[in-house]
């Protein structure tokens, strides 16, 4: 079952714009990742932000999380046409115990023209 | 270099085979991941394994199979019961029980029915 969904599924911005993701997902979690995905690619971590966090920054990337809300956005400053890729939000559900996994959006398609 | 090998990178099936992709590991972590993606869509889980000779169905489980004789191999079996298995299959491994690391992912292998 994919419990985050991203929104806009897809995104076109001009190169030095800021791009933003939204993330939606529907029971409590531990933790919220996202990844990238160039095409034909394998995922790429690219941040966490566990659940007692409400912001995360590593470079041009800043994760908010909102539990009320069971939502979550990453931005990404300054883009550049090398950040052309999707972006999927994965939610490691609250209680699993040992038995973690991750459970995966359906993806933004972000596309940064030169 | 640590990381995931995923062997091959394109694969052909015929009608009514079963075909074996590897996933091998030299990143010493206990949990190993299966994900299957369709085009424009996000992972699903097909199987996880979090030790040695154990592994758990995912949520698309049916026409699978999996095995985990070593720590460093869980390779997938694409039976002839899987009815609709061409698709874009993904291997992850993660520290197995510390849900606040990311997982790492190979370069997948994508498999066509002909």
């Known amino acids: 079952s994919q419990q985050g969904e991203e929104d806009p599924q897809a995104l076109s911005i001009q190169e030095g714009e800021n791009a933003t993701m939204n993330c939606s997902y529907k029971?409590?979690?531990?933790?919220l990742q996202w990844y990238r995905q160039n095409s034909g690619r394998g995922l790429v971590h690219l941040i966490l932000?566990?659940?007692?966090?409400r912001e995360k920054h590593s470079g041009r990337l800043r994760v908010t999380l909102d539990t009320s809300k069971k939502s979550s956005s990453l931005l990404i400053t300054a883009s550049r046409a090398a950040d052309t890729a999707s972006y999927f939000c994965a939610t490691d559900a609250l209680g699993s115990g040992s038995a973690r996994q991750l459970t995966f959006g359906s993806g933004t398609q972000l596309t940064v023209l030169p | 270099d640590g990381g995931i090998t995923q062997s091959p990178k394109y694969l052909f099936r015929k009608e009514g085979q079963n075909v074996t992709l590897s996933c091998e590991q030299n990143?010493?972590?206990?949990?190993m991941y299966w994900y299957r993606q369709d085009p424009g869509q996000g992972l699903r889980l097909i199987y996880y394994?979090?030790?040695?000779?154990?592994?758990q169905k995912g949520d698309i489980a049916e026409g699978y199979s999996v095995s985990r004789e070593k720590k460093e191999s869980f390779p997938l079996t694409v039976t002839s019961a899987q009815k609709n298995p061409t698709a874009f299959y993904l291997c992850?491994?993660?520290?197995?029980?510390?849900?606040?690391?990311?997982?790492?992912f190979g370069s997948g292998t994508r498999l066509t029915v002909v």
């Open positions: 932000i566990r659940s007692n966090e």
């Open positions: 394994s979090q030790i040695v000779n154990d592994f």
């Open positions: 992850a491994s993660s520290i197995r029980g510390q849900g606040n690391y990311g997982y790492t």
């Open positions: 990143l010493n972590h206990d949990a």
């Open positions: 029971t409590s979690i531990n933790n």
